[in-house]
């Protein structure tokens, strides 16, 4: 299983997008300072998640999120909404 996922930082009032094959590992690794991008922001705290049968299609949604392009900005927006700081 892959996991496509958004993490949020209070502390720096934003989110950082991943993805990866265990969810639970990574998260513990981004908590840990162990990702230089995210050691910063920590405590981290999963907003939300998608689960995914192969690397790739994960990988797709992750780029797809960044991109913030048509129907994917529109979810974006309603996810960082429900997100509160």
């Given at each position: 299983?892959?996991?496509?996922?958004?993490?949020?930082?209070?502390?720096?009032?934003?989110c950082y997008y991943g993805f990866t094959n265990d969810l639970r590992r990574r998260f513990k690794e981004h908590n840990q300072g162990l990702s230089a991008y995210t050691k910063n922001g920590r405590p981290w705290k999963i907003a939300y998640y998608e689960a995914f049968s192969n690397k790739a299609d994960a990988f797709e949604r992750e780029k797809q999120m960044k991109r913030r392009k048509n129907s994917y900005t529109l979810l974006r927006r309603r996810i960082i909404r429900s997100i509160e700081f």
């Open positions: 299983m892959y996991y496509f996922y958004i993490l949020k930082s209070n502390k720096l009032k934003s």
